[in-house]
C-alpha cells in the first residue's frame, strides 16, 4: 500500500500536477511511509523538488547529486551602499579555490547576494538573531559541487534509482558532502566580503535543504525542503522578490520541514523561450526592486529570470496558514551574483 501524501499549499498556489505525481510515484517506493510536498512544490528529475519522504529504505536518488546544499545568512558592514560599484567588485566565483570546485557558487539556481533587511516581522526574534532593518547581509546558496555529483553517481552506476545497499557507508560519504556544502558557503561569503572590503562574519543561519537524517529509525529524505523543527531559515524568493527569514515549527505531517524557496512555475526550456520573446538581457541585469544581477551566461538570465519562479509572497502564507513557519524579517536584494561577467567589467575599465 502506498504510502500518504500530503501537499502543504492552498488552492491559489501554483502546484504542478506533474510535481504532485511524482510525490505519488516516490509513495509507492519500498519501505516509503509519508511524502509531504512543500507550497514550492515543482517537478525534478527522478523525484519531486520541495518534497521531504520518510521511508524504512534509504534511497540517495531522493537527496540527489548536490548533497548539502543550503542557504546561509552572512551580516555584513559596507560604508557606502552604490549598486553598480559593488557588482563590478564581485570576485569570480566561478574560479576554484580548493578541489572539487571549492569556493565555487554553481550555476542553476545557486547564487551569493548582497540584500537589505528591508523590514521586521518579529522584533524580538530578529534581535535574537541580530538582524534590524536597514542592516546588510550576504545570502549564499550554494551546495557540495563535485564531491555531491560525485557520491550520487558512485551509487548510481551500480544501482540505479534503487536503494543504498549499505546505508552507514552512503551515510559517511552524505555526511562529509553536507559538512563540505556548509564549509563552501561560509567560503564563499568569505571571498566576497574580503572583495568588498568588509571582516568575514559567523553566519546567524545556515540550514541545508538536500540531505538524508535518521528520524525515529527512519529516513528522512530532503529534496529542495529546508529542515523546519524549531529552526530559522531563509527562504529564497528571486533575483527581483524579496527573501523571507521565518522561525521553521512543522511537524511530522509536514516531514519536518519547510519550504527553501520560490520554486519554479516553468522549465528551464519555457523560461528560456517565453523570457527572450518579453524581456531584453539589460532589463533582467536590472530588477524591479532597483537591484542589480551579475550574469556573463545570458541563457541561465532567462532560465533564472523572476517571472520562471512562483510568488514568493504565496509560499509564505501558505507556510503561514498551516502553521509550519512564522515570518522574522524580509530582505530585498542588492547585488546578486549568478556567474561572473568579465564583458561588463571590461566595459568599465
Not at 23 to 52: N, S, Y
Not at 139 to 146: A, E
Not at 191 to 215: K, W
Request: proline share 7%.
Amino acid at each position: 500500500m502506498p504510502a500518504s501524501v500530503s501537499v502543504f499549499a492552498s488552492p491559489n498556489s501554483w502546484i504542478e500536477s506533474d510535481a504532485v505525481a511524482q510525490c505519488h510515484q516516490v509513495a509507492a517506493l519500498d519501505g516509503m511511509r509519508h511524502v509531504a510536498g512543500m507550497p514550492d512544490l515543482h517537478p525534478g528529475k527522478g523525484a519531486p523538488i520541495g518534497a521531504a519522504m520518510l521511508s524504512t529504505v534509504l534511497y540517495p536518488l531522493l537527496v540527489g547529486s548536490d548533497i548539502g546544499c543550503g542557504i546561509a545568512v552572512f551580516p555584513i558592514a559596507l560604508k557606502k551602499v552604490v549598486p553598480e560599484r559593488l557588482a563590478a567588485r564581485f570576485p569570480d566565483l566561478d574560479v576554484p579555490v580548493g578541489p572539487d570546485g571549492l569556493g565555487t557558487v554553481g550555476r542553476g539556481n545557486h547564487f551569493v547576494e548582497l540584500a537589505r533587511v528591508d523590514s521586521i516581522v518579529d522584533a524580538a526574534h530578529a534581535s535574537r538573531l541580530g538582524l534590524a532593518a536597514g542592516d546588510l547581509v550576504l545570502i549564499v546558496h550554494s551546495g557540495s559541487r563535485g564531491l555531491g555529483e560525485r557520491i550520487l553517481r558512485a551509487h548510481t552506476e551500480l544501482h540505479g534509482a534503487g536503494p543504498a545497499p549499505d546505508p552507514a557507508a552512503y551515510l559517511a560519504a552524505h555526511d562529509e558532502a553536507v559538512r563540505w556544502g556548509s564549509r563552501n558557503r561560509r567560503l564563499l561569503a568569505e571571498r566576497v566580503a574580503d572583495a568588498l572590503g568588509a571582516q568575514p562574519t559567523e553566519p546567524v543561519i545556515d540550514q541545508c535543504h538536500n540531505l538524508a537524517e535518521v528520524v525515529d529509525g527512519a529516513y528522512l529524505h530532503r529534496k529542495g525542503a529546508a529542515p523546519g523543527d524549531g529552526r530559522d531559515v531563509l527562504i529564497a524568493g528571486t533575483r527581483g522578490t524579496p527573501s523571507y527569514v521565518v522561525a521553521a515549527h512543522s511537524g511530522p505531517d509536514a516531514g519536518w520541514s519547510v519550504a527553501h524557496g520560490a520554486g519554479r512555475k516553468m522549465s528551464r526550456a519555457d523560461a528560456l523561450r517565453r523570457g527572450k520573446a518579453k524581456h531584453t538581457v539589460e532589463e533582467l541585469r536590472r530588477t524591479p526592486v532597483g537591484s542589480l544581477v551579475v550574469c556573463g551566461d545570458r541563457q541561465l538570465l532567462f532560465e533564472e529570470a523572476p517571472t520562471a519562479y512562483k510568488k514568493i509572497e504565496q509560499v509564505i502564507a501558505d507556510l503561514t496558514a498551516h502553521d509550519l513557519a512564522t515570518p522574522v524579517a524580509v530582505t530585498v536584494p542588492v547585488v546578486t551574483y549568478k556567474t561572473a561577467d568579465h564583458d561588463r567589467k571590461r566595459a568599465r575599465v
